[in-house]
């Protein structure tokens, strides 16, 4: 009986943690959101001084003006982080097109994303995703999903009452498989596809022509080697995301086109050596 009763209360205790945490995206998805801004703030922090450490910033000045220059234009145009504060940019010294932001505001570019991100269109597209990812609270979902599967996974390990025999384990090893793929990846291509929606209002609002996103994929489809199955990824398939993003490009221009007849026209350009 006490037994039973010790169950039935963490089970109770448990889906009033997940009621009190559910919070709802930028976009109106609902997710977990367990840990408060500050926090997550310290966390970007964190792992932001732990990449410079390892990665050397770029001092080509002319990289970095055009880079903050296409920045400092899509920042204005979305919100700033949750923890309050300006978004920080810096440009790295790395030949992987890569890029990144952070709790607390942390914008970080690789300079070989710009052999990939063509012009300044491209590389907005690419700055308002990761944004996106920071403005729709994608690091606080994704740490709370992590917590609530461990959480519940042990829960389900007591509630089966034999851990350590065979069947306890192996019905283990199938929830672990099956949560892994179930819920955390496809959660991560959600979230991606939520980035990519809310950066293609982001640079849309700063008068940068949403159009280019979908070159900028097309971009990464030549670059890029083989892909895994979508289903076993974090990220969408190129051509996915280019289907996601053709079908809100309509609102996205009509953005555009009124940032434009506001005067937002982003004069940046990367000035080349003679």
């Given at each position: 009986?006490?037994?039973?009763?010790?169950?039935?209360?963490?089970?109770?205790?448990?889906?009033?943690l997940?009621?009190?945490?559910c919070?709802?995206?930028?976009?109106?998805?609902?997710?977990?959101?367990?840990?408060?801004?500050?926090q997550?703030?310290?966390m970007?922090?964190?792992?932001?001084?732990?990449?410079?450490?390892?990665?050397?910033?770029s001092?080509?000045?002319?990289?970095?003006?055009?880079?903050?220059?296409?920045?400092?234009?899509?920042?204005?145009?979305?919100p700033?982080?949750?923890?309050?504060?300006?978004w920080?940019?810096?440009?790295?010294k790395?030949?992987?097109?890569?890029?990144?932001?952070?709790?607390?505001?942390?914008?970080?570019?690789?300079?070989?994303?710009?052999?990939?991100?063509?012009?300044?269109?491209q590389?907005?597209?690419?700055?308002?995703?990761?944004?996106?990812h920071?403005?729709?609270?994608?690091?606080?979902a994704?740490?709370?999903?992590?917590?609530?599967t461990?959480?519940?996974?042990?829960?389900?390990?007591?509630?089966?009452g034999?851990p350590?025999?065979?069947?306890?384990?192996?019905?283990?090893?199938?929830?672990?498989?099956?949560?892994?793929?179930?819920?955390?990846?496809?959660?991560?291509?959600?979230?991606?596809?939520?980035?990519?929606?809310?950066?293609?209002?982001?640079?849309?609002?700063?008068?940068?022509?949403?159009?280019?996103?979908i070159?900028?994929?097309?971009?990464?489809?030549?670059?890029?080697?083989?892909?895994?199955?979508?289903?076993?990824?974090?990220?969408?398939?190129?051509q996915?995301?280019?289907?996601?993003?053709?079908?809100?490009?309509?609102?996205?221009?009509?953005?555009?086109?009124?940032?434009?007849?506001?005067?937002?026209?982003?004069?940046?350009?990367?000035?080349?050596?003679?």
């Open positions: 009986m006490r037994n039973q009763l010790n169950k039935n209360l963490l089970l109770s205790l448990f889906s009033l997940l009621l009190a945490a919070a709802t995206s930028p976009t109106g998805r609902t997710q977990l959101e367990f840990f408060p801004s500050n997550m703030a310290q970007g922090e964190t792992a932001y001084r732990q990449i410079k450490q390892e990665t050397p910033v001092q080509d000045p002319a990289i970095n003006r055009y880079v903050r220059c296409v920045a400092e234009a899509v920042t204005a145009a979305a700033p982080p949750q923890s309050g504060g300006q920080k940019v810096t440009v790295f790395a030949d992987q097109p890569n890029a990144f932001a952070l709790p607390g505001g942390y914008i970080g570019i690789h300079t070989g994303l710009l052999s990939v991100a063509e012009n300044a269109d590389l907005a597209a690419v700055i308002g995703h990761e944004i996106g920071v403005t729709a609270q994608h690091g606080n994704r740490l709370s999903t992590q917590y609530a461990q959480a519940g996974l042990q829960l389900v390990q007591t509630l089966a034999t350590n025999s065979a069947t306890g384990q192996q019905l283990m090893a199938l929830l672990g498989l099956g949560t892994q793929v179930g819920i955390i990846l496809p959660f991560s291509r959600a979230q991606e596809s939520e980035a990519d929606i809310l950066g293609l209002r982001y640079m849309a609002r700063a008068g940068f022509d949403p159009r280019q996103s070159q900028l994929w097309k971009n990464m489809m030549q670059t890029g080697g083989p892909q895994p199955l979508e289903f076993l990824s974090t990220h969408p398939a190129d996915s995301r280019i289907r996601h993003l053709e079908q809100d490009l309509p609102e996205a221009l009509d953005l555009y086109q009124q940032a434009r007849d506001q005067g937002q026209r982003p004069e940046c350009k990367l000035e080349t050596r003679q």
